[in-house]
């Protein structure tokens, strides 16, 4: 059963808000674009593979999608993990499209297309750290850990995968993602004895979920962008027009006429997105350009988030709602 659905990344929606908050002709404008676009074949290929997993045997497997947890200080994050009482699966998928060859003397992934080549981190070396990193983290909760096997899954079926001499590295196998189904027949056929209760797997499942860890990047730095480049002010949900006026207490947008008493809520998440995910009233105030505390105020208790801190240093936490967002809740 699918324990952790895939939901839309993060970073897309990062890219996103940047994309609608920086003016027109901004010259990072085109590399952002490129940046979401990579995001975007990668997201693709994870969800292509989703419809590999939906044969295997429900009843066996706790699926995770996009996990991100945390083992001795260092953050880990795996695309997809398989896990049963008898063995634990690491799946690393790669939307790369062209002809791939795998240099294990320099440790890189080479990828031809239209006779230009391009280098990729090791994948081999990605899943190996991974495997590694969450042994650590099963072992630190005190229960057994399973053999965990690892997969580089090609997504995009017209990749070509150029034989080396040794498809296998440290027990990791390079697949096209129509033949996972068959890889993972023939490792129940070799991992027959459970090593793990239904309790404990139980039990790990919902350790997992509960260390998961909600990653928000800071993008401005990443793109050497200022805040105060960004366009401030609530956006139109509809037609994205930015910013939009406040009208007693709803906005109102001067293009398309649309109005909404929640559109607010849409340019806090932005605000948590791109600049931090707490925001203090007049934080608040400031960029969505609400002039009175008081109605700022009720903005922020309508919506019923957590907050730390009193009076005027109190923080508003606004993670919450990028997960409802994610959910489709808002
Ligand atoms: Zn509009």
């Keep these: 059963m699918i324990k952790k659905e895939r939901k839309l990344p993060i970073i897309i929606l990062q890219y996103e808000a940047l994309l609608r ?9 085109p590399h952002i674009l490129e940046e979401l676009a990579k995001s975007k074949a990668g997201f693709n290929g994870e969800k292509s593979l989703d419809y590999q997993l939906s044969s295997i045997d429900q009843k066996k497997y706790h699926i995770f999608h996009d996990l991100r947890l945390s083992s001795e200080d260092r953050n880990f994050q795996i695309d997809s993990l398989i896990a049963s009482k008898n063995l634990f699966i690491v799946l690393e998928v790669k939307n790369i ?29 990605q899943v190996g750290r991974q495997e590694a990193l969450l042994r650590n983290f099963i072992l630190q909760h005190k229960i057994t850990c399973p053999p965990i096997k690892g997969f580089i899954v090609i997504s995009n079926p017209s990749t070509i995968i150029k034989p080396t001499s040794k498809m296998i590295r440290n027990g990791t196998k390079i697949i096209h993602s129509a033949a996972l189904p068959l890889e993972l ?20 499942s919902s350790i997992l979920m509960k260390k998961n860890i909600l990653l928000i990047r800071e993008i401005l730095t990443k793109f050497k962008i200022k805040e105060s480049d960004l366009i401030k002010g609530v956006y139109c949900t509809k037609c994205m027009q930015l910013p939009i006026s406040r009208v007693h207490y709803s906005w109102v947008c001067p293009k ?29 105030r400031e960029f969505l350009q609400i002039s009175s505390d008081t109605s700022a105020l009720n903005l922020l208790r309508i919506l019923n988030i957590d907050h730390s801190g009193e009076t005027k240093g109190r923080r508003y936490h606004l993670t919450s709602l990028i997960e409802r967002y994610r959910d489709g809740l808002l």
Excluded: W
């Excluded at 062209?98 to 240099?103: A, E, K, Q, R, S």
């Excluded at 027949?185 to 790990?204: A, F, G, M, R, V």
């Design 256 to 284: 398309c006429s649309g109005t909404s008493r929640k559109a607010y809520v849409h340019s806090l998440i932005d605000y948590a997105l791109l600049i931090s995910s707490d925001i203090s009233n007049k934080q608040m």
């Design 21 to 29: 908050r920086i003016p027109a002709n901004h010259p990072k404008r």
């Design 185 to 204: 027949k023939n490792l129940e056929t070799n991992h027959q004895t459970p090593i793990l209760s239904d309790k404990e797997l139980k039990k790990l």
């Design 97 to 125: 499209s062209g002809t791939l060859y795998f240099d294990e003397k320099f440790s890189q992934l080479i990828r031809t297309k239209n006779g230009e080549e391009t280098g990729f981190a090791d994948p081999y070396l």
